[in-house]
């Protein structure tokens, strides 16, 4: 089974940056997608991001596109977010999941295993 741990997380100031990384173990890294989701206080989970699983195929959230850019290193079982201009209503907790397909979906319920997730708080 697929342990996620998610780091990176913090508080910064709107228009800043943060690099958030998951790390994967307990199963074969390099053969899924992954994917991020974010959840705000009241507010359901949300689809930021995936990519496939060779790197190759990447997909955003409209409210993302142009700001964040998700990466991952399969030589080192790791996943990546470079969030750039940074908003407030960016602020929600980052969980990273995996996908059992080499394509990542939109959806919380295509993910089978998931971190537990890293605060992002964004200050005006």
């Known amino acids: 089974q697929v342990q996620l741990v998610e780091s990176g997380g913090g508080l910064v100031q709107a228009g800043g940056s943060l690099r958030l990384s998951c790390v994967a173990s307990?199963?074969?890294?390099?053969?899924?997608?992954m994917g991020w989701f974010r959840q705000a206080p009241g507010k359901e989970r949300e689809f930021v991001t995936w990519?496939?699983?060779?790197?190759?195929?990447?997909y955003y959230a409209d409210s993302v596109k142009g700001r964040f850019t998700i990466s991952r290193d399969n030589a080192k079982n790791t996943m990546y977010l470079q969030m750039n201009s940074l908003k407030p209503e960016d602020t929600a907790v980052y969980y990273c999941?995996?996908?059992?397909?080499?394509?990542?979906?939109?959806?919380?319920?295509?993910?089978?295993?998931w971190g537990q997730g890293t605060q992002v708080t964004v200050s005006s």
């Open positions: 307990g199963g074969t890294f390099s053969s899924y997608a």
């Open positions: 990519i496939s699983w060779s790197g190759i195929t990447t």
């Open positions: 999941a995996r996908s059992p397909s080499r394509f990542g979906g939109t959806n919380w319920y295509e993910y089978d295993g």
